[in-house]
Structures are given as C-alpha cells and as structure tokens.
C-alpha cells in the first residue's frame, strides 16, 4: 500500500515562494512594459521589490475559529469611536455637509468608515505595499488579481511620483485613511483638497472625498438609513431571514416588527431583509439597500451592521437596545461535524467544509423546525446537542 504524501507546511511554501520569486519579477517587469510603465519602474522599481514571507504566512492562515458577534461588535462600535466620531463631525462639519451635497452620504456613515478602517487615520498599516502586492502576485492562487493590483499600485506611483516607503498599508495591499486597493484608488480616489494630487495617505480631505466618491458609485441611497435595529414579536416565523429574502416594509410590519424604541416601521414603499447576526436570542436588525451598498465595500454582515450602527451613534442615536449576547466560538471543525450530521440526517447542506453559508443555515433553520424549536438558522448550543454533537 502506498503512503500518502505528507502536506507541505507552512515553512515549506514560503521557501518554494521565495525560491521562485525572482523568476517572477521577471514576468513581473515584462507584464509593466505591456502596461505602459516606465524603464525606471521596471528597471528600478520592480527590480528591487522584495519577498515577505510573512504575506505568505497571512494569506494561507485560516481562522480556525469562528468569530463572535459580540466579539466582533464589540471591538468597532466602542464609545471612544462614537466620541472620537462626534468630535471629527465637528471639528470637518464644512468639508463633511459639502460632500453630502455633492455625493449624498450623510457625515456620519463618511465617519464610521473611516473609524472602522483605520481608527480615524491613527493605524493605516505598516507594510510596504508594493512588496506584499509582488508576493501575492507571484503566489499562483490568486496571482491574476494580485498582479492587476500591482500594476495599478506601480501606476499610481508614477502618476502621484509617491516614494515606495509612502505606500504603506495592509498585507494585501489596501492604502491610506480608508483602505482602498490600488484599482479603488486609481478609479474612486479623489484630490479633495485641490493640490493636485489624490493622496490616501497624508489628506484628510482627500481620503474623506474619497470614500463619498467610492459609496456614490457603489450605488449609495441618498436620504435614505443603512437598516435599524427593530425588535420581533414573541412567535415570529423567521421564514424570511438574509439577503436573498428581503420584504417590502408593509410586510415586516404585518408580522409584528417593530422599531427598537417599539413605534411602528415607517411607512415607506422599500424592501428590507432581516438580519440575525446572534440567533434569536441577539439583536435583530433590517437592512435596506445602503446595506447592500456597505456590503459592497466589505462582503461581512457583521461589518455592515457595525458600520450601520456607529454611524448611527455618531449622529446622537442609542446603544442597540438588545446587547449582543455572549456566545462560544465554534472551531471549523465543529462546524464541519454540524454539517456532516444535518446531511446525515437529511437536511442537505452540501459538502462539509467548516463555513457557514447560506445552505448551512437553511439547512439548520430546517432541522429546527423538525425538532419545534426557533427556527433562526443560527447553530446554537441546542442544535449541537440536539445533533447530538458535544461541545
């Protein structure tokens, strides 16, 4: 019988990335020249872009678990970033209101980006980004996206004549005050201040014009919320849960939702989508369509509501009314055993791979319905035990 090959760690693939990456400058430069860059760019520049191996390291980390609402909520939506929002309100009121006209987001949601991205400007990330950008380029995973990113990052460098050490950001390559990839960048960025140059990174102005531009063309809603929080009625259904599901507002209403504060949903002609980020027992929010449009900024329900929220606070409302309740992390594993055994028992969720997608969830809210309990697809410590899966 023949041994399986053993998989390679983690030290193994950073070596063999190494090892190959100064025959993928090389591709590198040819790549700038059809794209129009300089010789010094290529010759220079790219020539001495260099490996980090501790990109490498990030990018094939996988949380092995899950996050917490409340441990993610509770880290963003602080009252040092409500407090520190209220002050940057006033302190750019001219500027904020000028770009509400001129690109119709409110003040507080510019803010509450900003504060969620970079803490106000005071963390952009320390990571040349031209080097982690070549790293991901030569790392054939997703090398297609990564080498585009480059090119746009070497092209905004050109253009701008930023030096490599001012081109500072994440691991994977986003810049400035609010986290652009160089392709947001090079489309969306903006010269706020009118010196000439769209810098991310030292203007204020420009980063906070920036992001108006960005939601504008991410299809932002003027005059319209991002969601609210709203409380549900005792023997609510949860037939209608996530994005794919959304109801007009009459709906909503006619099923007993109702506003956190307890008045009644306006009577508005637009459709919501109900979001139970905690299960039944946490907060439950709508998102209209501007939630939708944050979502297209960051693809995490978890980042969209937070979003949502510190704008809100920012512009004077509440906490939640229901604070995010306390939860176990759930390891991938135990979110694989989860799925294993609802395919087992019928409830198909597809392959087991240890996330929780949408065919997870359906699957749960089924199985829970098999077995009379709240039927709101989130995989509680009674679902586990009624799977019989020990935690």
Avoid at 207 to 225: C, V
Wanted: glycine share 8%.
């Amino acid at each position: 019988m023949q041994a399986q090959a053993s998989q390679p760690t983690l030290a193994d693939i950073i070596q063999a990335h190494a090892e190959a990456f100064p025959r993928c400058l090389k591709n590198l430069q040819a790549k700038a020249r059809s794209e129009g860059l300089s010789d010094t760019t290529i010759n220079t520049t790219i020539a001495n872009l260099e490996f980090v191996p501790k990109v490498i390291e990030l990018d094939q980390q996988q949380p092995e678990f899950s996050q917490t609402f409340a441990n993610y909520f509770n880290k963003r939506a602080t009252d040092w970033r409500v407090n520190e929002g209220r002050r940057l309100l006033t302190q750019h009121r001219p500027l904020l209101d000028k770009l509400a006209k001129q690109y119709g987001v409110p003040p507080q949601y510019i803010l509450s980006f900003w504060g969620l991205e970079t803490n106000y400007g005071s963390y952009k990330g320390k990571m040349l980004v031209l080097d982690s950008l070549a790293t991901l380029a030569c790392e054939p995973r997703r090398s297609g996206y990564f080498t585009t990113e480059l090119m746009q990052a070497l092209k905004l460098k050109e253009k701008y004549n930023f030096d490599k050490e001012t081109m500072v950001g994440s691991w994977a390559g986003a810049m400035g005050h609010t986290q652009f990839m160089p392709s947001a960048y090079a489309k969306y960025a903006v010269d706020g201040d009118g010196d000439g140059k769209a810098d991310l990174w030292n203007s204020t102005a420009d980063a906070l014009t920036s992001a108006a531009h960005f939601l504008q063309n991410l299809g932002w809603q003027a005059n319209q919320r991002w969601g609210r929080e709203v409380l549900l009625p005792a023997q609510f259904s949860y037939d209608h849960l996530g994005a794919k599901q959304a109801l007009p507002l009459s709906a909503w209403a006619a099923q007993g939702v109702v506003q956190s504060n307890g008045q009644a949903l306006p009577s508005m002609d637009m459709k919501a989508a109900l979001y139970l980020p905690a299960g039944h027992t946490g907060p439950a929010f709508l998102g209209y369509e501007n939630f939708n449009v944050i979502m297209r900024w960051n693809r995490s329900e978890f980042y969209a509501i937070s979003v949502g929220h510190l704008a809100d606070r920012i512009n004077g409302a509440e906490p939640l009314k229901v604070a995010p309740p306390e939860q176990p992390r759930l390891s991938r594993e135990q979110v694989k055993q989860l799925q294993i055994k609802l395919n087992e028992a019928g409830f198909a969720v597809g392959k087991p791979d240890g996330v929780l997608g949408r065919n997870s969830i359906a699957g749960i809210q089924a199985f829970q319905r098999s077995q009379q309990m709240i039927a709101d697809g989130f995989p509680s410590q009674a679902v586990f035990t009624a799977l019989g899966i020990a935690l």
